[in-house]
């Protein structure tokens, strides 16, 4: 496994991260606290260096787990987490005041047993903090030893370079994919100006992009997906088109669809590291094996020609958390 750098001050993880939200929250019931430590170890095994967690993901308890999957390899490994949500409760709506930020940096000190948080990540831009305070915080943080790099969340053009000029920004993570390509329009040139890495999440569109979901998946009662309008059961019939384009690709290459995908988000930038999510050590296997799918020029034009012909359908959120993003 390769390693890149997000941001301009020495934040170097490997090329591929793991997003450890699933394994407790937004997806259906919590995986076993064994299954889901075997699977973060499985991860530092595949050469992962990178985990991503955050307050949010059910109060604290997906941090605890991240912490203790992780306490053998302390040091050896970059730990994610984020703040912004009153109580850590994203049902609650926002919370970015400075105090707030200081009482999530202290717990998710304690929760992930560690010294420093490698990586805080503003989870959204709260509109009723100046996002120069939110920074100038994290800041602070950073002077106290609490915290090494600062990053930010589904944040807007504006507000990511008010916030750099105020604390360096190391990393923005957002959504992107093969079927979610908006970051290229404006988020992609100001990340590339000012030095910012990119951490996309949900790069196999929320698991969609596999193929192993169509319009007759049945998903559990909690499952985040039954909310998000471009996993209706009309649009999963109409998305299909996506998946038999990678197919089509990833046969010809003998990989896997999800081998495409990743490797596609790779290949767009050097700044990149996408962080896939899943509950399965088979999975993990094999996402962790698209760092060695290379595709040529010629490769990513024939993705680009037969998506251009696609047009996806839905949103990728319903429209109150749409209402959080891009600010």
């Known amino acids: 496994m390769q390693t890149r750098k997000l941001g301009k001050n020495g934040l170097e993880v490997s ?3 793991l997003g450890c939200m699933g394994l407790t929250f937004g997806y259906g019931p919590a995986t076993s606290e064994k299954d889901a430590i075997a699977l973060i170890q499985k991860a530092v095994d595949l050469g992962i260096t990178f985990f991503d967690t955050a307050e949010a993901y059910t109060q604290g308890a997906n941090e605890e787990l991240v912490g203790k999957a992780l306490q053998p390899y302390k040091g050896k490994v ?4 984020k703040f912004g ?3 850590g409760d994203s049902q609650q ?3 970015c005041t400075p105090e707030r930020i200081r009482a999530v940096a202290e717990r998710s000190l304690k929760l992930l047993k560690t010294d420093v948080i490698d990586l805080f990540y503003q989870h959204r831009v709260d509109p009723n903090v100046p996002i ?3 920074a100038g915080t994290v800041k602070d943080l950073i002077k106290e030893g609490k915290v090494k790099h600062f990053g930010m969340s589904e944040a807007g053009v504006q507000s990511i370079r008010k916030a750099h000029a105020v604390l360096p920004v190391a990393a923005l993570q957002s959504e992107y994919s093969l079927w979610w390509r908006e970051p290229e329009q404006e988020i992609f040139p100001v990340l590339e100006e000012l030095g910012i890495g990119f951490v996309p999440f949900s790069p196999l569109g929320k698991g969609f992009l596999t193929g192993a979901i ?3 998946t049945q998903f559990d009662k909690t499952d985040f997906r039954n909310i998000v309008p471009r996993f209706s059961e009309e649009n999963r019939r109409a998305n299909q088109t996506v998946v038999e384009a990678i197919s089509k690709i990833a046969t010809e290459k003998n990989v896997t669809n999800a081998q495409i995908a990743l490797a596609w988000v790779l290949a767009q930038k050097p700044w990149i590291v996408p962080i896939p999510g899943t509950t399965k050590q088979h999975r993990l296997v094999e996402n962790t094996g698209a760092t060695a799918v290379k595709l040529s020029a010629d490769d990513l034009q024939e993705i680009e020609n037969a998506l251009s012909e696609i047009n996806v359908q839905g949103e990728r959120y ?3 958390l749409q209402n959080r993003v891009g600010k």
């Open 15 to 17: 090329e591929l991260g």
């Open 78 to 81: 970059i730990i994610a987490t």
């Open 85 to 87: 949500f009153k109580n």
């Open 93 to 95: 709506g926002l919370d």
């Open 132 to 134: 120069e305070d939110v």
């Open 214 to 216: 169509n319009e007759n």
């Open 318 to 320: 319903p429209q109150q």
